[in-house]
């Protein structure tokens, strides 16, 4: 049976692990093991591919001046995909049928990267308009 999410907010312990990675960046400019294995046993192999997509520097906070903010994250398949953190939501199939349908994650790899690279500090930022920012908001997401 799924377990649904509270609107806005994360898993209490993902909530903890996510400011405690933050917080050794911040001290020490490196995540201790402890935290990696704690998100390896959260995510499992989901945890691995968002290390990856981080590393890679695939995920963008785009922001418009109105105050709207999205995430980018370019797929390891080369595919864009958007996501919403302020409702934990992805554009990729995967998010679609992992998380939504069948209930059995609780974030596809971007949604993970962009909470990760959050927490790194490692996001690229981009200004544009809000017609720009309303273009990608409105764009068909993409297929597998």
């Known amino acids: 049976m799924a377990v649904a999410l ?3 907010t994360l898993p209490a312990v993902v909530e903890e692990l996510l ?8 001290e020490s400019a ?3 093991d402890e935290h990696l294995l704690s998100l390896k046993f959260i ?4 945890a691995l591919q968002a290390l ?4 890679r ?3 963008t906070l785009i922001s418009s001046p109105s105050g709207r ?10 595919k864009t995909y958007t996501c919403l953190v302020s409702c934990h939501h992805c554009s990729c199939p995967a998010f679609a049928f992992s998380v939504l349908r069948k209930g059995d994650s609780l974030l596809c790899k971007h949604l993970l990267a962009v909470y990760l690279s959050r927490a790194m500090g490692t996001c690229q930022e981009l200004s544009i308009s809000d017609r ?5 908001l409105m764009q068909k997401p993409q297929e597998a």
């Open 30 to 32: 490196r995540i201790p």
């Open 57 to 59: 520097q695939s995920i």
């Open 19 to 26: 400011n405690e990675m933050a917080a050794a960046v911040r």
């Open 132 to 136: 720009q920012l309303t273009d990608i």
């Open 69 to 78: 903010r999205v995430y980018q994250v370019q797929g390891s398949s080369g």
């Open 43 to 46: 995510f499992g192999s989901a």
């Open 6 to 8: 509270p609107a806005a």
């Open 52 to 55: 990856d997509l981080v590393d």
